[in-house]
């Protein structure tokens, strides 16, 4: 067996209550402190986990259960309170799909910043850029050169996906973003992602759709409440995450 | 060593840096000459409005060196990045909010990229001050001397000192809502405590060793040493080096204290 792309060892991180400090010096001055809240909840808890090359994982749970911190942290975007998670190999974050597009500049300028922002070279991107924008779809060529805030949501996340997906990034981590553009666009999504897991990359993959979660991944994390409560077979987690979501824990 | 590690990662990162450097001058320059203009156009306000103020109404002539106006642009455009840099860098991570949640990359770089791109302005803003100098000499009173080969030295050191600076206002900021406010005031009081329009010389005796302790004092030396022909003050510089140097490991300890808990508020 290979050495593991991922590894999570007793992965943990805490949250204040209410989300933003919220801390003023003016107060500090008045007071002698701040209002606000210290109490801390653990929004993941003691996970362990491994991943080998070429996993497809889904990532299961509830609402506030901790998956989009949990991939954030393995995207290194939050660093972890307690234990580490050890990532060998770039990651290409589905997260924020639009978080490195600038809304002033032109959707062209935008593919290069971002890519550049990935690690690409600026010759790499002219090599890609033509399958980019032909994935993106018609209406982005048409708008290549005006401003990307003028362009829909829908032409956003499409610009989006199109200039992750082909980072060389060998770990793909996918956060719920299949559930936006048309069906047309999400047919060609799921086609490049199987093709890219057919390629040999690692996915991580987070839905609330199980037919997603059927498609792509063979092996389930159930996370409940921050922590690891299952972790096997796809089809044997969503029998137990169903099984809990019925029982009404 | 602490220094090493960020320095490290931020060179294996060289060429996205490069990237946001250059985004932020196209921004700012917008490919038009308006943009340049306004570079240079503050500083040369300023110059213009301290120029009749202490020649023509308080007839100090003796604050600076001579030509003054000379004197005040240096301490000017050196202020602007400064200054700029300052407010910027202190907002460094809220503004690319969305950026560092999307990329992993050293966070460091949010605020080095800040103050490489204003290094930027302040070297294309040095056409103004050549031009200067040039009608001074033509004019007989302007004396350049070999020390202008100081003026990259000041460019590091004040480089060091607005990185360390940076370190230390970028994760605050993110966590105590009102630190843009406090930047603001101690700017304004930064400028009447440094140097700009006037000399060391010109302060009180008692003033000027506390004076000295501003890191900026040096760096200004530096700056001008080159364009008048005063006697250096060594004694400025060595402390400005200490205290930018200090100030830079101070910020990346800072930084790395604060990093995971603003990573969780942005």
Redesign the interface.
């Known amino acids: 067996m290979a050495a593991p792309v991922i590894q999570a060892d007793n992965l943990g ?1 805490d ?2 209550r209410n989300r ?7 107060e500090m001055i008045y007071t002698g402190g701040t209002s606000h809240n210290k109490e801390t909840f653990k929004a993941l808890d003691q996970v362990s986990f491994t991943v080998q090359p070429g996993e497809a994982v889904g990532l299961i749970g509830g609402n506030g259960s901790g998956k989009s911190t949990l991939l ?1 942290m393995i ?7 307690h234990g580490s998670v050890r990532v060998r190999g770039g ?1 290409a ?1 589905l ?3 639009t ?2 597009f ?1 809304g ?2 032109s959707a062209r300028e935008n593919v290069y ?1 971002t890519s ?4 690409l ?1 600026k010759e790499q991107v002219d090599e890609r850029f033509e399958s980019i924008i032909d994935f993106a779809g018609p209406q982005v060529r048409a708008a290549l050169d005006t401003p990307f805030r003028h362009f829909s949501s829908g032409m956003q996340v499409r610009l989006g996906f199109a200039v992750i997906t082909t980072l060389d990034e060998p770990i793909v981590l996918v956060d719920e973003v299949l559930a936006v553009g048309d069906r047309a666009f999400r047919e060609k999504c799921y086609t490049r992602m199987e093709s890219m897991l057919s390629g040999g990359k690692t996915l991580f993959l987070v839905s609330h759709s199980e037919s997603d979660l059927r498609r792509f991944a063979k092996r389930g994390l159930y996370l409940q409440q921050g922590r690891l409560v299952g972790d096997g077979d796809i089809e044997d987690v969503l029998e137990q995450y169903n099984a809990d979501a019925d029982a009404g824990t | 060593m602490i220094l090493v590690r960020q320095m490290r990662g931020l060179l294996a990162k060289r ?2 840096l490069a ?2 450097v250059r ?1 932020d001058l196209r ?1 700012r320059y917008g490919g038009s000459p308006i943009g340049y203009l306004w570079t240079i156009i503050d500083p040369l306000a300023m110059a213009a409005i301290y120029f009749v103020v202490f020649t023509l109404i308080f007839k100090a002539r003796s604050v600076g060196y001579q030509p003054y106006v000379l004197f005040l642009i240096v301490g000017l455009l050196a202020w602007q990045w400064f200054s700029g840099s300052l407010t910027e860098t202190s907002r460094a991570l809220l503004a690319e909010s ?8 050293p966070r460091e770089l949010w605020v080095v990229r800040v103050v490489i791109a204003k290094m930027i302005e302040f070297i294309l803003s040095m056409p103004v001050l050549a031009g200067f100098t040039i009608f001074y000499l033509i004019k007989g009173d302007a004396h350049l001397n070999a020390r202008l080969l100081l003026v990259p030295v000041g460019l590091f050191l004040q480089f060091v000192l607005l990185t360390g600076i940076g370190l230390i206002l970028a994760p605050i900021t993110t ?5 843009a406010r ?1 930047v603001r005031i101690v700017l304004r009081m930064g400028f009447y405590s440094t140097p700009i329009i006037y000399g060391v010389h010109a302060a009180p005796a008692s003033l000027r060793e506390v004076l000295l302790f501003n890191p900026m004092t040096g760096i200004l030396e530096l700056y001008r040493a080159g364009f008048f022909p005063h006697d250096l003050n060594y004694k400025s510089v060595v402390l400005s080096a200490v205290i930018s140097f200090g100030i830079l490991v101070i910020g990346t300890l800072v930084f790395e204290r604060l ?3 603003v ?3 942005i």
Not at chain 1, 75 to 81: E, K
Not at chain 1, 116 to 119: K, S
Not at chain 2, 98 to 105: F, V
């Open positions: 991180i949250f204040f933003r400090r919220k801390m003023s010096l003016r954030k995207a290194g975007v939050l660093l972890p309170d990651v974050p997260i924020e799909l978080g490195g600038i002033e500049l910043l550049g922002l990935h690690g070279t | 060429r996205i990237t946001l985004r921004v969305r950026l560092i949640r999307s990329t992993n990359l966590l105590v809502t009102d630190t406090v990093e995971s808990s990573l969780k508020e």
